[in-house]
């Protein structure tokens, strides 16, 4: 009897001991699981594209908010504020320094820049540089992310800096006053651009994802345009996720130029992902919900009339709304105008000498009646 109560309580404590062993089993399968699930959520979010742009709000929130960038910069509607500081840097020449890092991170061509390159007068803060990249397009589609009056350029430069009061970039990138951007459109020219040169020409280094090289220091000025007078400025965001609406944007109004052969190096060189060739990383202009435009200098209007191969032309207007066509047709119509009056007074003249010598022939014919002779 009690040889069988034994038996039976060391099979009731096995029971027990395997269920609450399966069941731990289960729970570190299920917890497993779930780790498993937050890496894919996690990865997710950390993989987005521009092909996608209209999803990525639902993994980045901030993506959808009211002060979103890039925009387009309607220049009739930006307001010239004399008050707005020059912007001045300062360490930008680094020429002597160690070497830069080239990257190719699968969304664009990043420079790594030191915080020794400052904007030191233009905001109420000094901001210190962290890097510069480039958004560009295909030789049919030009790539800048700002437009001006729904025009986009082939390419667009952005340098980055973040507010010295914070200690790093990703420290300040989502704080309201985070950020500064100089944003700089690049144009095609008939010449090569030898400052453009110390990066493109290393390009084929960096060609897959997620690949980087080192190149020689150099005077990042050079990249930005000749003058840094005329701006134009706004609050808004990255143009990439996370989209942080923590950017005090400064795009200039002057442009640089590359040749078409060194734009072509943007635009057919870097790979992404699996083996996808890496263009038209821009993100589409963003709606502008009341947000102020402002502009360092007085607006002349200007309405582009062709970006077919990466070149503008375009009109310009001053504030009263006259353009240079307008004026030019005004010319040609004067013009017009006074070489037909001269042909009228030319006509008239001749006109007059005509009948005056037709008068004259008149006065010395002879009548005479003719005799039957004559007849």
């Known amino acids: 009897m009690l040889l069988e109560l034994f038996i039976t309580l060391l099979l009731i404590h096995s029971q027990v001991s395997g269920d609450t062993s399966s069941s731990e089993e289960e729970e570190e399968n299920v917890s497993s699981e779930h780790e498993d699930e937050h890496k894919k959520s996690s990865s997710h979010a950390d993989h987005w594209g521009y092909h996608d742009q209209r999803s990525w709000h639902s993994d ?21 504020d004399a008050r707005l500081p020059a912007i001045k840097l300062d360490g930008y020449d680094l020429s002597g320094d160690p070497e830069l890092t080239l990257t190719n991170n699968g969304h664009t061509l990043q420079l790594q820049l030191p915080n020794t390159m400052r904007i030191v007068k233009g905001f109420e803060q000094v901001y210190l540089a962290a890097q510069l990249h480039f958004h560009w397009g295909t030789m049919e589609v030009p790539g800048s992310e700002h437009t001006i009056d729904n025009v986009h350029f082939p390419a667009e430069l952005h340098v980055v800096h973040y507010n010295s009061k914070y200690g790093s970039l990703k420290e300040a990138e989502n704080k309201p006053d985070g950020l500064a951007v100089l944003g700089a459109f690049i144009g095609i020219g008939l010449h090569e651009n030898e400052n453009y040169d110390k990066i493109l020409s ?3 280094d960096v060609s897959s994802e997620e690949s980087d090289t080192k190149i020689p220091s150099f005077n990042i000025r050079y990249l930005l345009p000749n003058s840094l007078e005329k701006f134009y400025r706004y609050t808004g965001s990255l143009t990439t996720p996370p989209c942080y609406q923590s950017v005090n944007w400064t795009v200039f109004n002057d442009t640089i130029t590359v040749s078409r052969k060194q734009l072509a190096a943007l635009e057919r060189t870097l790979k992404a992902g699996q083996n996808q060739s890496l263009n038209e990383n821009f993100r589409a202009p963003q709606n502008i919900n009341g947000r102020r435009i402002l502009a360092s200098f007085p607006i002349l209007h200007t309405a582009h009339v062709a970006v077919s191969s990466g070149t503008t032309s375009s009109k310009t207007s001053s504030q009263d709304g006259l353009s240079r066509g307008d004026i030019l047709a005004i010319a040609f119509g004067a013009l017009f105008a006074m070489t037909l009056l001269f042909f009228i007074m030319y006509a008239y003249q001749q006109r007059q000498k005509h009948s005056k010598f037709n008068a004259n022939s008149r006065q010395n014919v002879i009548y005479k009646p003719a005799t039957k002779e004559d007849v």
């Open 202 to 204: 290393v390009i084929k």
């Open 60 to 80: 980045f929130t901030d993506c959808s908010g009211k002060s979103q960038s890039p925009i387009d910069i309607v220049t009739r509607d930006a307001s010239y």
